[in-house]
């Protein structure tokens, strides 16, 4: 198993901010084209197999850019709705009185809605509603979203009559639910109910495999698009494999186009990277300059630090120095902290913070797990 074909779906919509119509959906890494030569992946295709002829809601669990969008189309195109159209919420960008608009519409006349509007749940209708950041929603949007699971049924606003609702809903989420539903800001009617057949997508470190066939497929759609003929030698390739790539495949992505407009000629031997041209590490640079000079905002290092401290504070006051590199050889341990170098520009004062560990605790775990410390 290599590249998995997957037909393609004529009703893919996407549906953006506003009710200014919708586009043709265009993700990053196109259905028909999923790369699957790791263990990892053909699992995830093997669960997308399983679960996409029936009738159940799913819930996509992932890193950013790990390709929910991909997989959501593939159940789509996989199940009894086929026929029907595949729409996509962008909770990303919307309040939640946006999200009410564009799920449930509205009848002519309500809160300016002077000629009303139908909803993705009636345009969706014998099709699939992709629902992108479920952990996005309020509270009354989750009861609304749990009614329409358990009774098939939703009422537009202004409404006086409850419609019948025919669609497959698929819901994603970065966030951690579970933490969410513990803070009583998720329904655990809701949580028991979209986790019954779950999914969760491999990051890109857990899928090295894959890596060769990206590139390949990466560079075969650019050179298509651009009318040219580039390639990327297999030891070129070397450094790929060591990257953390925090953006998982959208990263990758990212990184190929960047060599690609960086190539000399039509082989590529050697990355950015390598010659000091590499386009993160500048990003991250920038970032990190930012953050030195600017006033701290909310959802800046303050968000990072609260959504991922490595233990419990309880834990971390009684916590000796060296304890934290008994945990070192765990992966996610690792990941964590490359995320929070990163996001410090290398200042291990500062990732230390992130983190919610003494500059001491750091020390010990990067020792333990032999990260080299540099400016990102």
């Known amino acids: 198993m290599g590249r998995i074909a997957i037909p393609r779906c004529a009703n893919d919509v996407c549906r953006p901010a506003g009710r200014g119509g919708s586009r043709k959906a265009r993700g990053g890494h196109e259905v028909d084209q999923i790369i699957a030569h790791s263990f990892a992946m053909k699992r995830t295709l093997s669960a997308v197999a399983k679960i996409a002829p029936t009738r159940s809601a799913v819930l996509l669990r992932g890193e950013p850019g790990t390709g929910k969008d991909v997989i959501a189309r593939a159940i789509h195109i996989q199940s009894q709705h086929r ?18 608009r564009e799920l449930f519409g509205c009848e002519a006349g309500f809160s300016g809605c002077a000629a009303g509007y139908p909803g993705d749940i009636s345009l969706a209708s014998g099709g699939t509603l992709f629902i992108s950041e479920i952990g996005h929603f309020s509270l009354p949007l989750q009861k609304r979203l749990l009614r329409i699971l358990q009774e098939q049924r939703y009422k537009p606003l202004g409404g006086k009559h409850t419609l019948p609702s025919d669609v497959r809903i698929i819901c994603a989420t970065e966030k951690n639910l579970e933490q969410m539903m513990a803070q009583g800001t998720f329904l655990a009617e809701l949580y028991y109910r979209i986790h019954i057949a779950t999914i969760a997508l491999p990051s890109l470190r857990e899928r090295k495999e894959d890596i060769p066939g990206l590139v390949n497929y990466f560079f ?21 494999y060591l990257c953390h790539w925090p953006g998982n495949v959208r990263d990758i992505e990212n990184c190929l186009e960047h060599a690609a407009i960086q190539a000399r000629e039509d082989v590529i031997h050697q990355l950015p990277c390598l010659s000091g041209r590499c386009f993160r590490q500048r990003l991250n640079q920038q970032i990190s300059r930012q953050q030195e000079t600017a006033p701290q905002e909310p959802g800046g290092d303050a968000a990072f630090a609260q959504a991922a401290p490595l233990w419990p504070a309880e834990t971390m006051r009684a916590m000796p120095a060296t304890t934290i590199a008994s945990h070192a050889d765990d ?46």
């Open 331 to 376: 992966e996610d341990l690792r990941y964590r902290l490359v995320a929070a170098l990163e996001k410090s520009g290398g200042v291990k004062a500062k990732a230390a913070r992130l983190l919610h560990v003494t500059p001491r605790q750091l020390y010990y775990a990067l020792k333990k797990l032999h990260i080299e410390v540099k400016k990102f």
């Open 83 to 100: 026929a029907g159209p595949f729409i996509k919420v962008c909770c990303d960008y919307l309040d939640n009185e946006d999200i009410l």
């Open 220 to 240: 075969e759609r650019y050179n298509h698009a651009n009318h040219m003929t580039l390639s990327l030698t297999e030891d070129a390739q070397a450094p790929l």
